[in-house]
């Protein structure tokens, strides 16, 4: 599950299972393009029982 992470000029996006840094933005849109990265990795690299329940229940 991604984490979006404030870092000094922007923001970052980090995968708190891995630590894998999956994005870094600065600059006016930084924000919201961590966001949207957040919002495209939803469930990687865990295959965790929460998620997949979480997954299912949301359609």
């Known amino acids: 599950m991604p984490k979006v ?3 000094t000029g922007g923001y970052k996006v980090v ?3 891995s ?3 999956l994005g870094k933005f600065t ?3 930084a924000k919201k ?3 949207a990265v957040k919002a495209q990795n939803p469930y990687k690299s865990s ?3 929460w998620n ?3 997954k ?3 359609g």
């Open 52 to 54: 997949t329940k979480i």
């Open 47 to 49: 295959g965790n029982f």
């Open 5 to 7: 992470v404030k870092i």
């Open 56 to 58: 299912e229940n949301m």
């Open 15 to 17: 995968n708190v299972y």
């Open 27 to 29: 600059g006016k849109d």
């Open 33 to 35: 393009k961590a966001h």
């Open 19 to 21: 630590g894998k840094v």
